[in-house]
């Protein structure tokens, strides 16, 4: 089955810019999806198709595939970013989601 | 905007059936152009994809659940269900659904409901 790596856990200082990265086989002739989950809450999306945003969320979260690796990148980064990052495709091979198993981003 | 919410029991004993409602507001269950998803997630461990299904009856189950999963639309209540068969402590985890007008990106969860399995 379809296999999503994700670093379990990163960290940044406040204001500076997150990196969060996703590799997976053929990755780039996928779509990838984000999601930001905090402690008890349910996830959110913050980037779908790559690199798109949903309505309400900020410009500083943005998204970009290349080759095996998708990367979410979150800048000026806020106390209120610390979370649980989840990377997503659809596997049309297998007609499955798959979630990568998440990055726990600190915000120093 | 588009709102969910499980309900079902919090506690299930082993070897018995899991059952979970999602109830929907702000998009119709029946209609062809959205899709229903459920996900759970085990304490402190990450995301499992369920099982999807789409307004017109077709169904994706995650493979290592399909003989124990079951999935429905309840049209007339607006919601949809997801039923586990032969519980065992591994399906503890908060059971999450989510829908919308994508079946690949999951644009609106539901709060969450948390699942023990236990006698």
């Known amino acids: 089955s379809y296999v999503l790596t994700q670093p379990p856990s990163a960290s940044v200082a406040a204001g500076q810019t997150a990196t969060i990265t996703c590799g997976g086989d053929k990755l780039g002739s996928k779509s990838v999806h984000w999601y930001q989950q905090k402690p008890g809450q349910a996830p959110l999306l913050v980037i779908y198709y790559d690199r798109d945003r949903p309505s309400g969320i900020p410009e500083r979260f943005s998204g970009s595939t290349s080759g095996n690796t998708a990367t979410l990148t979150i800048n000026k980064v806020e106390a209120g970013d610390e979370a649980d990052y989840y990377c997503?495709?659809?596997?049309?091979?297998?007609?499955?989601?798959?979630f990568g198993g998440g990055t726990n981003l600190t915000v120093l | 905007q588009v709102q969910l919410q499980e309900s079902g029991p919090g506690l299930v004993k082993p070897s018995e059936t899991l059952s979970l409602t999602c109830t929907v507001s702000g998009a119709s269950i029946g209609s062809g152009s959205n899709y229903w998803t459920w996900i759970r997630q085990p304490a402190g461990r990450g995301l499992e994809w369920i099982g999807r299904?789409?307004?017109?009856?077709?169904?994706y189950y995650n493979s290592s659940l399909r003989s124990r999963v079951f999935m429905s639309l309840e049209k007339s209540k607006n919601q949809f269900s997801l039923r586990l068969e032969s519980v065992t402590a591994e399906d503890t985890a908060v059971y999450f659904c989510?829908?919308?007008?994508?079946?690949?990106?999951?644009?609106?969860w539901g709060q969450g409901i948390l699942v023990t399995v236990s006698s």
């Open positions: 997503q495709v659809w596997d049309s091979d297998s007609d499955h989601a798959i």
């Open positions: 989510a829908g919308g007008p994508s079946g690949v990106a999951l644009l609106n």
């Open positions: 299904k789409y307004g017109g009856d077709i169904t």
